[in-house]
């Protein structure tokens, strides 16, 4: 026990551990109450702990928000859980559309050891979880049984102190605090590689005896004293090392040894062989393939980028699809790279059918294909299968994940491009009722009014845009040609008000924008009956400033509203 050690080793031990201990807890609370302060934002490591735990910080939210659906998912599937692995299948069809407030996620974890194994392995491997962890701690925590010691036999066991691994406490007390880091951790952070591969080796050491046995010594129960192990003689070695060495000459031994070496080259070099040497390949030629010098040199990147098939596979046809998606959708649009829109399809498709239902991005992302690919210019010849296809697609994925509201928003808008009008303001209304955060809701009410406005139902549509405009006033998630379309509409519908309205917004700078002159002269003309001096100046000097063609009009008017001029003003 510690009482055995000289009080002058112990007192130092002591001392800095204190120190230590109050040296963490300082900085801890020190991080904790400044946590907001720039300065820990430029520390790595530190910043991403300090945005975990802000105060109704994104990450926070979503791990909450995580936790409790492995809670839900687990009480669904209790005993056996959804399987290894098979978090992201509880996300999708559990799904909370509140995820969406704090951005796109698709969690295939809950950041939490013990519910992810809840989840998907049930109570089953949970018991087996949690018990595993447990007997570690007892072993960590447990108290040094006291033997007695024949008096003999004392000072031999004194001597021999530092050789007796189970007695070091110090030392399995810092390896038990390693694993309760460890446990910690794991309640909010994702296992990974560099965290379980030092663990196990600490565990396996456990189950080997390196910090409970005795290895030098054997401890005899009837005599309560220590006596040494048998240890073989000179001769007993020299004729063991004979008997070893006339084996080892033998032919068949040699052949064995020399046919076993060659086979555990041969399967690890396969095995680096594909699971390093391949996918590195495979990750070079798919930086390559982002910026090819034409179509033959892409596609022969593209190939050597997805083939052969394995487990990288997923990463870079969901990376390279995303990338020329949204920097360079022409090669869905555009007939000349038809051979590229083809092998997105097809490679994609193929990750659909290998994958099964574990990721519904596939889904998205085949679907989106084939709606632009529907869009070509000049028309492919039967544009409605590529739309019924994207309608199949999508239908598919809504019943693994009802409660996504991207599903029910590209479904809505494949809908009304095949002209279901009615279809289409159904799941577009359930993509408004699903969406939470602002720009979301800004985006499906968008989309929203236009398929009512196409329906026939004018007053809906109306509602729809004024739901968008209380969401985003600014507008800023969306471009100048899409507010025109909402001009449009407006116009159409003889709601020249709202048109004025938006306009106005920017004249003033609210809604960065540059319109049309013909709507800026709109709402003019509606201003100048009602002798709005503010308003009319205002939108006057934007005219002016923006369109020097009519520059020299404008200003007369503002030198007229100044001098109160409003006979002349109405006769304009």
Known sequence: TLKSIPATKTKPMRFWSLMVLMIMVVFGATLFFTREAPVWQKIPGIDRLVQVSAPGGGSIQVRLLGWKLAVNAFLEKPIFGWGPEHYLLAFQERYDPEFSTYGEFWLDRAHNGVLDVATMQGALGLIGY???????????????????????DYQKLQSNYNQLPHNHHSLRFFIGIIFLGFTVQNLFLLEEFHTFTPFFVLVAAVIAGVFSGVPNHKFSAQGGSFSERQIPSPKQITNSNDQNSKNWNLPMAKLLAVVGSALVLVIVSFVIYKTILVPTAQAYYTHKAETPQNKEEFLNFWSKATKPYNFAQYSIRSYLFDFFYSNQPTVFTDPQLADIGDEFVFKTRELLLREGPYDIRSHIRLSQAHYEMAKQ???????????????????????????????????????????????????????????????????????????????????????????????????KGFSTEE???????????????????????????????????????????????????????????????RFPERRQDMETIIELVKDNEWDILRNL
């Open 130 to 152: 949690v018990g595993f962890l447990t007997s570690l701690f007892y072993f960590f925590l447990r108290k040094e049984a006291r033997s007695k010691v024949h008096e003999n």
């Open 377 to 475: 210019t000049p028309p492919v010849e039967n544009p409605l299968t590529h739309y019924r296809i994207g309608e199949e697609i999508l239908r598919e994925a809504l019943e693994i994940s009802p409660f996504r509201q991207r599903l029910a928003y590209e479904l809505g808008i494949i809908l009304a491009a095949l002209g279901r009008y009615e279809e289409a303001i159904e799941f577009m209304g359930k993509s408004v009722e699903l969406s939470v955060e602002p720009a979301r809701i800004a985006r499906s009410n968008y989309y929203y009014g236009f398929v009512l406005y196409a329906a026939g139902r004018g007053g809906d549509a109306l509602q729809a845009f004024e739901s968008m405009m209380r969401a985003d006033p600014q507008l």
């Open 483 to 545: 507010i025109v379309k909402i001009l449009g509409v407006y116009e159409s519908l003889g709601e020249y008000e709202r048109i004025v309205d938006v306009i106005t917004e920017s004249a003033r700078g609210h809604v960065r924008m540059k319109f049309n002159l013909r709507y800026y002269e709109i709402t003019l003309s509606y201003y100048l009956p009602k002798e709005n001096s503010e308003e009319i100046i205002a939108i006057a000097g934007f005219i002016a400033e």
